[in-house]
């Protein structure tokens, strides 16, 4: 369980500079853009490989906080649909982005509600539960601070069918594989 919480402190850490240390970015970014890039990379992915592998060690020997009847995995399902949608939003703005204005922190927020939905140990609680809180915080944040410009393509009314075509297929290859393949749990199975 160390593990989990060290690479959730992490990850959603280095991905809290801006809520909490705005001006350290800054001044960091001025010093070499390139060189945080790389420091954050090397620290998100060094608390994505200890959260996977502290998640995956606490699986083994789980702690149960409470069990969800059967029928909320169809409750879960549904509100994972969107998720792949509004993750790839910034990337494809248009009407969706627009609509919901910070669609990333929205797809966290519905996958950890989904899977804390299905999920009852103390690791999934951690490990869903960091992330819930953090997206809450970080959109109530964004109110006061000014939003980077993301890449991406240019705007366009193609890019919500190319954001919906896109985001079924990863949520079919998602439940119908991936998940499968990466955590060992299938979803409909």
Request: aromatic content about 12%.
């Amino acid at each position: 369980m160390l593990v989990l919480v060290l690479g959730l402190i992490l990850f959603l850490g280095i991905h809290s500079v801006s809520i909490v240390a705005q001006p350290l970015r800054e001044r960091a970014v001025a010093i070499s853009d390139s060189g945080w890039k790389l420091l954050y990379a090397v620290i998100s992915f060094l608390g994505l490989w200890l959260i996977i592998s502290g998640y995956g060690e606490s699986r083994l020997d789980p702690y149960i906080v409470y069990v969800t009847p059967g029928w909320m995995r169809h409750l879960a399902a549904l509100l994972l649909l969107p998720v792949f949608v509004l993750f790839l939003a910034p990337y494809f703005p248009g009407r969706i982005k627009r609509a919901t204005g910070h669609p990333q922190l929205i797809a966290v927020k519905l996958w950890a509600v989904s899977h804390l939905l299905v999920n009852g140990a103390l690791a999934d609680l951690l490990l869903f539960g960091g992330f819930l809180a953090w997206a809450v915080v970080d959109r109530i944040s964004m109110k006061r601070r000014q939003q980077r410009p993301l890449p991406g393509a240019p705007e366009s009314s193609y890019n919500d069918l190319i954001l919906i075509v896109a985001g079924v297929v990863l949520y079919g290859v998602t439940v119908g594989w991936a998940h499968k393949w990466l955590i060992g749990v299938a979803p409909f199975g």
